[in-house]
């Protein structure tokens, strides 16, 4: 069974850093593009940033998170990261990580890891 484990939430003052890593796991043929959404309580899931699979990986980034989060993977180990850095307080959400999978029968998933909370506070 295919799925995504994420690690690296926890609270942070403002101005701070934080690494968000998701590893994919299972019967994998490739892992096509990865990326991160977060949530707050009677919000819309939004995109932070994503990255696709070809080398070099394009990255693209939602409006607010521009300039300070930076999204990469390691191919070799279906693992895509998020450095986030100089942390606002609405940065303050619950994270998920998100990939499009094709599976070891080639069949197509769209997947989406458990989410981790992020909060910036003093």
């Known amino acids: 069974q295919v799925q995504l484990v994420e690690s690296g939430g926890g609270l942070v003052q403002p101005g701070g850093s934080l690494r968000l890593s998701c590893a994919a796991s299972?019967?994998?043929?490739?892992?096509?593009?990865m990326g991160w959404y977060r949530q707050t309580p009677g919000m819309q899931r939004e995109m932070v940033a994503t990255?696709?699979?070809?080398?070099?990986?394009?990255?693209s980034y939602g409006d607010a998170v521009k300039g300070r989060f930076t999204i990469s993977r390691d191919n070799a180990k279906n693992t895509v990261y998020l450095q986030m850095n100089n942390l606002k307080s609405e940065d303050t959400a619950v994270y998920y990580c998100?990939?499009?999978?094709?599976?070891?029968?080639?069949?197509?998933?769209?997947?989406w890891g458990q989410g981790t909370q992020v909060t910036v506070s003093s």
């Open positions: 998100n990939a499009m999978i094709v599976d070891a029968v080639l069949i197509n998933r769209n997947k």
């Open positions: 299972g019967r994998i043929f490739r892992v096509n593009v």
């Open positions: 990255i696709t699979h070809d080398r070099g990986g394009s990255t």
